[in-house]
């Protein structure tokens, strides 16, 4: 794409019908759901899904979720299970990607599936998400509208900043509410496996189905392609488990008693809850990375509900990055 990105607030009422006829003419357009932004296109256009790995610089190899309006769109691309419409029907609308086997005829582009038999299927609560996929009325892919292996954004200046002029248009909906991304899983053979620990907790997701499997973290064998070592990574380094800071360091912290002394800090939660923590990760993680300071430092989150997921993001942010 080329020249400025069209943006536009969600309280205009230009903004969903323009993003739909984008989307529609193959265009990439952002738009906010209740976890992070998506970098939005047509999933059966090829030249449309290209798109969005050219822009994101996204390794071909990682596949994409599809978001549609309702249960039905999206348990129609896939293979149904009852597991799958249990799921369904307890968390969506809602922050859970399902990974199903496909339809035999899913319409979805091979490339948005990375050539794999399986459908990564979401039907967001957001009501611009949910506007927009409704206006559009077929599957959109939207990874996180950021470069890839950088942190996801919860503002429509995150996405303007990260990727500029690669997009078409942007759907300002102010901050995303949750602000981290969809819990993962995969069903099959009967089977339900954690891929990606999110915004719907895993003791959420075994209240309703009972046990998950959740491998073992081995980051030089993901067990979803895009649980890569590195990811959701500030520009500066990040230590984890801080319990005192240097003058040179930008503090991220939890809980109402944060050492003194670093250059900035931003308190994820004063009152030590994971929920207030999670809504305010990236945002804090892109302001602290633009402190002036030599290095991030974080503070430890309890590995309950969805510290899980924070503390994912956490470690893959520490951890060394491709050269
Ligand atoms: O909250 C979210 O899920 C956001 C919003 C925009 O919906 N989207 C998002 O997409 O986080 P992305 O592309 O950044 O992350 C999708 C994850 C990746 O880890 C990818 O590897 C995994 O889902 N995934 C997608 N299709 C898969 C498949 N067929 N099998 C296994 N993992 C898959
Ligand atoms: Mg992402």
């Known amino acids: 794409m080329s020249g400025q990105a069209l943006l536009l607030s969600g309280d205009d009422p230009r903004a969903i019908p323009e993003a739909a006829a984008r989307l529609a003419a193959a265009g990439l357009v952002a738009f906010p759901t209740e976890t992070v932004y998506g970098l939005g296109a047509d999933a059966t256009c090829a030249t449309a899904v290209a798109g969005v790995f050219e822009a994101k610089a996204r ?16 348990l129609a691309l896939a293979r149904r299970s009852s597991l799958a419409e249990r799921l369904a029907a307890r968390f969506w609308p809602g922050p859970l990607t399902l990974v199903l086997p496909g339809a035999a005829a899913c319409p979805v582009d091979p490339l948005a599936r990375a050539g794999l038999d399986t459908v990564a299927l979401r039907v967001p609560a957001h009501p611009l998400a949910a506007a927009l996929l409704a206006a559009f009325g077929g599957p959109v892919v939207a990874p996180s509208a950021n470069p890839s292996g950088a942190l996801s954004p919860t503002r429509a200046a995150h996405v303007v900043d990260g990727l500029g002029d690669s997009v078409d248009m942007v759907i300002d909906g102010g901050p995303t509410p949750l602000g981290i991304e969809s819990t993962v899983v995969a069903i099959a053979d009967g089977t339900v496996t954690l891929l990606r620990p999110g915004a719907v907790a895993l003791e959420e997701i075994e209240g309703e189905i009972g046990p998950v499997r959740v ?4 980051p030089a064998r993901p067990s979803a392609p895009g649980q890569l070592a590195s990811h959701y990574a500030p520009a500066l380094p990040l230590r984890l488990a801080a319990f005192e800071v240097g003058a040179d360091e930008a503090l991220l912290a939890f809980g109402p008693r944060p050492p003194e002394g670093a250059r900035l800090t931003l308190n994820l939660s004063p009152s030590g809850d994971v929920l207030e923590a999670a809504a305010n990760l990236f945002h804090m993680l892109h302001e602290l990375d633009r ?33």
């Open 59 to 74: 390794p071909s190899f990682n596949p994409l979720i599809c978001h549609l309006a309702t249960t039905e769109a999206a």
């Open 215 to 218: 491998p073992g973290v081995d």
């Open 291 to 323: 402190s002036g300071a030599r290095r991030i430092a974080a503070m430890a989150i309890p590995e309950t509900g969805l510290g899980r997921a924070i503390n994912d993001r956490l470690r893959r942010a520490a951890r060394p990055r491709p050269c």
